[in-house]
T-cell receptor
Framework: GENVEQHPSTLSVQEGDSAVIKCTYS??????FPWYKQELGKGPQLIID?????GEKKDQRIAVTLNKTAKHFSLHITETQPEDSAVYFC????????????FGTGTSLTVIP | EAQVTQNPRYLITVTGKKLTVTCSQN?????MSWYRQDPGLGLRQIYY???????DKGDVPEGYKVSRKEKRNFPLILESPSPNQTSLYFC????????????FGPGTRLTVT
């Protein structure tokens, strides 16, 4: 099956700086890559996603890049704010096989005011 | 309000005592999933369902059962819980159309002693 690796496991940045979280996947057939933010005591919430036919996607301060050849994708958060502090998960899925999702192990992001 | 609900939110039980965690969604979604979240392991998919009476195993199905008799409900059954099933459990749902996001419930914290 698919194997998704995520780095780093913890990340601390100063408010206003950028944060980058990286994920790699093993199954070249994976074609959908969502990123989730999980705040304390809550379920994960989708913040951005990218499909395999797109190299980059941006939504305000958040962007995701995908390199299909290298099988890795990254989350970029610019101008970080204290409310960005949370655990972030990447995931990979093959749209042709129903509803299986494979998650990374998570990155705990702390934005220091 | 569109949401996924889980009950109970917290449960402490003893080894071998059968339990059911309920999950319900009010968005008419075809796809539903159960995940468990453990420190350092991220989220791992237990079972998923693509519609009523259609279920399939995820990555970690051992020791769990599910059923999908109605579109809105997807209960998770532990017939003989063991301490290694102590975890945080999330239910999620999404539309059947490709590339739509998953909506997660608030989580159920299960402790098996």
């Amino acid at each position: 099956g698919e194997n998704v690796e995520q780095h780093p496991s913890t990340l601390s940045v100063q408010e206003g700086d950028s944060a980058v979280i990286k994920c790699t996947y093993s199954d070249s057939a994976s074609n959908y890559f969502p990123w989730y933010k999980q705040e304390l005591g809550k379920g994960p919430q989708l913040i951005i996603d990218i499909r395999s036919n797109v190299g980059e996607k941006k939504d305000q301060r958040i962007a995701v890049t995908l390199n299909k050849t290298a099988k890795h994708f990254s989350l970029h958060i610019t101008e970080t704010q204290p409310e960005d502090s949370a655990v972030y998960f990447c995931a990979a899925s093959k749209r042709t096989t129903g509803n299986q999702f494979y998650f990374g192990t998570g990155t705990s992001l702390t934005v220091i005011p | 309000e569109a949401q996924v609900t889980q009950n109970p939110r917290y449960l402490i039980t003893v080894t071998g005592k059968k339990l059911t965690v309920t999950c319900s969604q009010n968005m008419n979604h075809e796809y539903m999933s159960w995940y468990r979240q453990d420190p350092g392991l991220g989220l791992r998919q237990i079972y998923y369902s693509m519609n009523v009476e259609v279920t399939d195993k995820g990555d970690v199905p051992e020791g769990y059962k599910v059923s999908r008799k109605e579109k809105r409900n997807f209960p998770l059954i532990l017939e003989s819980p063991s301490p290694n099933q102590t975890s945080l459990y999330f239910c999620a749902s999404r539309p059947g159309t490709a590339f739509y996001e998953q909506y997660f419930g608030p989580g159920t914290r299960l402790t098996v002693t």
